[in-house]
């Protein structure tokens, strides 16, 4: 008697067996797989993203998968790890075999490019939107790994790529008014969407965050409420000089003509970039290795004694109240 898979199981050696290629994956026929620790930490993040919240309906099946990839990397870079693997749990509606097709695609190749195996999962039906969730795990030498706490007075905070690109491309894709502001430039508005559907999780800088940063974690829901987050974590506040983070050619367009605002930019989710420590000494180390790693890093301001939430100041040195810190789901 021959065996009639289910069609779990069919859409499973379709889509993603192609996919599990570390020996640790037994090829997806078993109920688990192995990473071998070879004497580091294992470094473990969760997160999942959801239709409607994390990304739009009619967003391509490939950058979704790339995204709920990402978001992951993200993290690992900011603990200073090395990506070895994740496992994936998809929830869908239907069997759509052009969307897993191109969702297989985009998870393949980010999964190659990053050297982070899929080792297994699980995929199931749901009525309600599609879920994506992904754990992945990462090496760190022992004890290495980087915390959110460990920031101290004088430290100097400083953040990777630009910060508000994400919110606004959301904005784009959603007709906002920042989408009328940019109408006579389709680059800006592309790059702008691009940033939002698929982050670029800064793992080339794992080993600098690694060796000099006394505090880490990736902006993902809003850089003025990750800080606040890092700086609770730590015991400590900071002063941000907000003419001082960095900003996108397009996103300073819309700061400059009105269409948007520091607030929105500083608080909104999506950035995937890395926040962190750097003890002063270290500062000019750290930006040789983001250099060598051809990562752009900015020192944005100083971590200072006290337990208040950080205080974000203009370009004249005048404190400004944010009404709104980052991104929540509830």
């Known amino acids: 008697m021959t065996h009639d898979p289910s069609g779990e199981d069919s859409l499973i050696a379709r889509y993603f067996k192609p996919l599990a290629t570390d020996p640790g994956a037994f090829g997806l026929v078993d109920d688990a797989a192995i990473i071998p620790a070879d004497g580091d930490d294992i470094v473990v993040k969760t997160d999942a993203i959801v239709e409607g919240v994390h990304y739009l309906p009619d967003d391509p099946p490939d950058t979704i998968a790339r995204k709920a990839l990402r978001v992951?990397?993200?993290?690992?870079?900011?603990?200073?790890?090395?990506?070895?693997?994740?496992?994936?749990?998809?929830?869908?509606?239907?069997k759509d075999e052009a969307w897993l097709a191109a969702f297989a695609r985009g998870l393949g190749e980010d999964?190659?490019?990053?050297?982070?195996?899929?080792?297994?999962?699980?995929?199931?039906?749901?009525?309600?939107?599609?879920?994506?969730?992904i754990a992945a795990w990462g090496r760190v030498p022992k004890g290495r790994m980087v915390h959110r706490f460990g920031a101290d007075s004088g430290d100097r905070v400083m953040v990777t790529g630009t910060i508000g690109d994400a919110t606004l491309?959301?904005?784009?894709?959603?007709?906002?008014?920042e989408a009328a502001a940019l109408a006579d430039d389709p680059a800006a508005r592309e790059m702008l969407?691009?940033?939002y559907r698929v982050p670029q999780p800064r793992n080339a800088l794992a080993a600098a965050v690694r060796d000099f940063a006394s505090a880490s974690m990736d902006v993902s829901d809003g850089l003025a409420g990750d800080l606040a987050k890092l700086c609770a974590a730590s015991g400590v506040s900071a002063d941000i000089e907000l003419s001082h983070v960095p900003t996108s050619p397009?996103?300073?367009?819309?700061?400059?003509?009105?269409?948007?605002?520091?607030?929105?930019?500083?608080?909104?989710?999506?950035?995937?970039?890395?926040l962190c420590t750097v003890p002063a000494a270290q500062c000019e180390a750290f930006r040789a290795a983001a250099n060598a790693a051809d990562i752009a890093v900015t020192d944005i301001g100083a971590i200072v004694a006290g337990t208040n939430t950080p205080r974000f100041r203009d370009g004249q040195g005048r404190p400004i109240t944010l009404r709104r810190l980052s991104f929540s789901h509830f």
């Open 72 to 94: 992951n990397l993200s993290d690992l870079a900011a603990k200073g790890a090395v990506p070895a693997g994740f496992v994936l749990t998809l929830a869908l509606r239907e």
């Open 111 to 133: 999964a190659a490019a990053f050297g982070c195996p899929l080792l297994g999962g699980d995929t199931v039906s749901t009525p309600g939107p599609v879920m994506i969730s």
């Open 169 to 177: 491309g959301l904005r784009m894709l959603t007709g906002r008014a």
């Open 193 to 195: 969407i691009g940033r």
């Open 250 to 274: 397009a996103a300073t367009r819309l700061l400059s003509s009105g269409a948007t605002s520091w607030e929105s930019l500083v608080s909104g989710g999506d950035d995937y970039e890395i």
